[in-house]
């Protein structure tokens, strides 16, 4: 059974891309938020996370942390996505924030019991 209702909240996500190689971006890290301060503190730590080891450190990170930070946290409050991409050398990196609906896990306490049969089901074991 599943208990209680949808909760809303964020789905975030770093990608990294190398800008030399074809192929696609790769999910480095996501997890989700349950509210909109939640998914905007995100954000900054990891850009100041990356950002401390770049040499010389982006100026395109900087500015986004002093100016337009306020741009993402109001469309957070409005429930929209956002990005925040940073390149440096051949490695592109970029964070996505999205408004989800978790859905409730389940509750073994409230789960029905399984029917007798499924006792009597014997995995095949390889030849």
């Known amino acids: 059974m599943l208990s209680g209702d ?43 996370a990356i950002t401390a080891e770049l040499n010389p450190a982006a100026p395109e990170t900087w500015a986004w942390l002093y100016e337009v930070r306020i741009d993402t946290r109001r469309a957070l409050l409005r429930s929209e996505p ?13 964070w996505t924030v999205h408004p989800v609906l978790f859905l409730p896990l389940g509750d073994r306490d409230d789960a029905p019991e399984l029917p007798p049969c499924t006792h009597d089901f014997k995995p095949h074991e390889p030849d």
Do not use: K, N
């Open 82 to 94: 956002c990005t925040a991409s940073v390149t440096y050398a051949s490695t592109r990196i970029t």
């Open 6 to 48: 949808l909760a809303r909240g964020f789905w975030c996500e770093c990608w990294a891309e190398d800008l030399t190689a074809p192929g696609r971006p790769t999910v480095t890290t996501s997890f989700g938020a349950y509210s909109a301060t939640q998914a905007d503190g995100w954000l900054p730590t990891a850009l100041r």
